[in-house]
Structures are given as C-alpha cells and as structure tokens.
C-alpha cells in the first residue's frame, strides 16, 4: 500500500492532506511560542516577587542572623533559583521546538509545491498528447472516407461502357491518390497512438506513482520531526525537574533550619547588659547620728537603683555592640 | 538562660524584638499572598491557551484520527490539567499558609500587647511606692532634727538655775512630744522601706520575669508557627509534583503516538476509489469496414477514461463516505 499504487486518481485529496499537515506544524509551533512567552513571563515575575522582599529584608536583623528571619532570605534565593529553571524551560523550547521546526517547515512547504507542480506538468502534457491522438484519428477517419467514395466512383465509371477511356484514368488515378493519403493517416494515427499509450504508461505507472510516493514520504518525515517536537514539549520540562525540586528541599530545608529556641538564647547574647538586678534599700537612720543631708543627694543612690530599668543599659547598635558586650560585662 | 532572667533591664529591646517579629510574620503572609496572585495568572495563561488551541483544531482532521492530528489535542488537553495543578497551588497556599498566618498573627499581637502593658504597669506601681518611701524618709530626717534641737533646749533650760521650773516643765514637755513623733517617723519610714523592698523583689524577681518569659514563649510560638508557613511553601507545591509529571509523561506519550507510517496508510483507506488506471486505447481500423461515426461519440470512451485523473473520483466528505467506499467499490 502506498500513496502512488492506492491514490492514483486523488491529487486533490492528496493536495488538500499535505497542506493541512504543514498547517499543523504552523500551528503547533504558533502554539508553542506562545507558550514560553507565558513560561517568560511567569519566571519574570518570580523573581522580581523575590528581589522585592529580599531589598525589604531589615539590614539589622539579617546581620544578627536569627534563623527565622535569615530562612525567609533564603527562600527568596531559592525562588529566584526557581524562576531561573522556568526561565530556561522558555529558552530550550524557543530554540529547540520554535527554531527547528519553523527552519524545517520552510523547506517541506517547497518541496512539496515542486511534487505538485511536477504532477500537473506531467498531466498537461499527456492530455497535449491526447488532443494530438483525436486530431490524426479524426482525420484518418475523415480521409479514408474520401478514398472510399472515390474507389466507388472509379468502380461505377470502369463499368460504364460508354465512358471516355482518359476520365476512366483521370478518376482511378484520382482514387489511388486518395487511397494512398488515406494509408498514410492510417499510419500517422497508428503512430500517434502507440506514442500517447506508451505516454499513458509512463504517467500512471511512473510519474505520477513516484511523485505521489516522494509526497508520501515527505508527509511522513514532516510527521517525525512534529512527533519529535512533541517530545521535547515535554522532555525540556523534565530535565529541569530535579533542580526545580533542589530549590524546593531548599525552602524546606530553610523551614527546618528555623529555630526558635535558638533565635530568643541569640537574643539574651545580644541584648544582655549584665547588670544584677537592684539590691535591697537599706535603711537609714539618721537617729544613730547620720547626719541628715539635703533629700536629693541622700536618695541619690537608691534613686539610680530603682531606675535601672527601664530606662538605662540601651544598647543601640545591637549587632555591633554585642560581642563587646561580652568583654565588657563579663 | 531566659528572657524574665538575663533581660530583666531590657524592656525596650525586647519590645522592639517581638514587634519585628510580628512584621516578619505579616511580610511573609504579603509574600506569599503575591506568588499565589502570579500562580493563579500562570495557571489561568496555561489554561486559555489549551482552550485556544482546542478550539483551532480542524474538527474534520480530529474526526479522521490522524495520531499527529490527535497527539496535539492530547497535549493540549494533558496542559490544561497541568494549569489545574498550578492553581492547586495557588489555592492551598493561599488557604495552607495566609488565611492560618494571617488569623494567628492577630492573637500574637494581643497577646504581646497584654503583656508589655502589664509589664508596664507593675513599673508604674513600683515608682509610687518609690516616692511614698522618698517620703516617709524625708518627714524622719525632718522630725528627727526638730526632736533633737528641741532635747538640747531642754538640757540647756535644765542647767540653766535662773530657769523658772514652769518654763523647765513645758520645753521638757515640748522635747519629749517631738522626739515621740520622730519616732513614730522612723517606724513608718521602717514599714514603708519593708513594703517598697518586698514590692522591689516582686517586681524583679516574679512579676517581670514571668511576663518576659511569656514574651520568650510566645515569640518562640510565632517562630514555629513561621517555620511551619516557610516549608508548606515547598511541600504543597511538591505534593502535586507527582501528578505533574504524569501530565509530562502524557505528553511524551503523545509525542511517541504519533506514527507516519499509520497517517499515511489511514489516508490511503480514506481516499482510495478502487479505480483501476486506465487501460491503453485501442486502435480503431475504419478500413475494416467500422462506420466512421460522428468523431465526438467515437471519442468518448477513451476520453472518459484519460480524464478519470485529476477530474473525478472526488471525494466530498472523506470521514463519513470512506466506510462506504470500501463496500461499494470492492
């Protein structure tokens, strides 16, 4: 079974189904255009969602490196590492589906236009050669019927006894040249046909058969290169899978890594003063011979005790100040 | 080591610390908030595109099952399950991660805000007891010196022997009155002083440790609950990867369905007539005595046969006609 044996009589069939094969291609490739400009601008997104929050990040509290604001941080990278992978979904889709099938695409839609064209050419000339088949039959018909009316008429005027001898040549000449004109067309018309039934021949049995089989197999590669591309559609997404899912054990991962416990012991290091807290006040008793003083300087010390909190031990530049804060204190 | 314990004098830090806590959480619930906006956009992108491209799909080639007609269908209904699977995404973290934050976050503010209040508050109280004590100290010191000024007029008056006795009797009366009421000074300054130091230990080793431990407590509460919102982020969207790639793997097999060899030979089915090619025209010999008829019916029948291709044997509506085609003309 192939195109040439089975669908001699069915150009345009043939013709119609190799359009709306290309014209699949076209929209397949259309349609994947617009699918990685989708992919684009859904990675575009992703990342400038994670630098927005990255920037928003609280210097301070980056630097103090509690977990619980560092792990958001690293989501953000890892989103951004995300959006990378997306980005090249888009990118190997472009080049690797978009590019190869619009190249590929160009040169099957040529090559089929010179299949068909060969085909109608081919048609042309065998029916050319037809019409030249009618004419030298028309005209054997036409001629050998003259002859014969002329054999007749030599015939009847040779049984004429009172025929003049020279007309009786005149028209048996006459008969014989017709005759012979006739032979000639039979001739010419016998040739004519053994040429167009070998022309005939030739079309069914060759070209037409050939070009219709190179058309065959030009729709049969173009459906490779489309099945191909309908792999890839999905084998480039399969290939950035694992470290799309690298990037998420890494937000997982900053899930984990965040610790509470951690983040409020990181704060007792940062913000301890180490100040015991407020004594006793002691009594005073001026009966025992302490002389009274003005109330201002003799509740002085108690007066700074007491206002130890919440006022006093600012630390304002945290982070800095911390590991100083150690020597100091300690 | 704990808050109530290390961080007795660190009120302000520890206010700044918990309400920064509390924005982390609030910026996380924004951040995610806006990646479910960018996936549902993604999934409803994915989604009008398959339907598109559904729509497109020429009915009369999707009825005649050619594989690389069907495949693209495939592929586009397989992508449309792949845009259900993102806005899966979209929606469990909008209802996973936000609305839980979200309604969280809301009893943590409360909660400190009881807190710091209350912490406050016990600081106000302990100031006022501080200047009771200011106060019964500074009416001691005071009486105290008038009750001594006033023994030293009575001794001096006692030796004093011009000193009338009455006179003696009223400033002894007088010194004994005063230094009766310093006494009675001293002994409020003693209980004040008591009240104020047991208040004093209170404050600074019960009441303010509890509430900054509570504080501790629940800022160590909010980062669990933060950890937990960070590796949903990763899990909910891993749980629908499996599904994912089952879409991918539809689409490979899509890819691999497609078959050529089986289009074509699907095509020949559809479109043969079961014509057979024309037959060589035979000669027509006049001079055998056939009438010479009128050319055009004498042409008639080879011309119907050279004209079978490309003229006739159309077929109309392939799908439906292409049983019956088989039944009428085998």
Redesign the interface.
């Known amino acids: ?3 040439g044996t ?9 013709d119609k ?1 190799t359009q ?2 290309l014209d ?1 291609v076209d ?2 490739v259309k ?1 994947v255009k ?2 990685t400009e ?1 992919e684009q ?2 990675a575009k ?2 990342r400038n ?1 994670s630098k927005k ?1 990255l920037k ?1 990040g ?1 210097k301070e ?1 980056q630097e103090c490196g509690f ?3 560092q ?2 941080q690293d ?2 990278n890892e ?1 951004n590492d995300y959006a990378g992978q997306r980005e090249l979904i888009a990118e190997h889709m472009m080049t690797g589906i978009c590019v190869e099938l619009t190249k590929y695409l160009q040169d099957l839609k040529q090559e089929r236009k010179t299949y068909l064209a060969d085909a109608k050419k081919a ?1 042309q000339n ?2 050319i050669s ?1 019409k030249q ?2 004419n030298t ?2 005209r ?3 001629e ?2 003259e002859a014969e009316k002329a054999t007749q008429q030599a015939e009847k005027i040779e049984n004429d006894t009172n025929a003049i001898k020279a007309d009786v040549e005149k028209v048996k000449q006459h008969a014989h040249v017709k005759t012979h004109t ?2 000639e067309c ?1 001739n010419d ?2 040739a004519q ?1 053994q040429k ?2 070998k022309e ?2 030739t079309f ?2 060759t070209e ?1 058969p050939q070009l219709f089989n190179k058309l ?1 197999d030009m ?6 290169s ?10 480039i ?2 290939k950035v ?1 694992p470290i799309i ?1 690298k990037c ?5 991962m ?3 890594n ?4 951690q ?3 990181r ?2 290091e940062q ?3 180490g ?1 015991e ?2 004594a ?2 002691d ?5 025992q011979g302490i002389k ?1 003083a003005s ?1 201002d300087a ?2 002085n010390q ?2 700074i005790r ?1 206002k ?3 006022f ?4 304002t530049k ?1 982070c800095t100040l911390h590991t100083t804060s150690h020597t100091t204190l300690h």
């Open positions: 079974m192939d195109w089975d669908l001699w009589d069915q150009y345009d069939g043939i189904h709306s094969g699949l929209r397949y349609f617009e699918r989708i601008n859904y997104q992703l969602l929050y928003r609280s509290e977990t619980n604001h792990s958001f989501i953000l989103l048609q065998l029916e037809f088949l009618e039959k028309r054997f018909a036409k050998w019927g006739a032979e039979r018309y016998a046909l167009y039934n005939q021949n069914y049995y037409i065959q729709d049969e590669r173009r459906i490779r489309l099945a191909e591309g309908y792999s890839q559609f999905a084998d997404e399969k899978l899912t998420l054990d890494g937000i997982s900053a899930g984990r965040t610790n509470g416990k983040d409020s012991m704060f007792i913000h301890k003063s100040f807290r407020p006793e006040v009594f005073e008793d001026y009966s009274p109330s003799n509740l108690p007066k007491t130890l909190w919440p006093s031990h600012k630390k945290v």
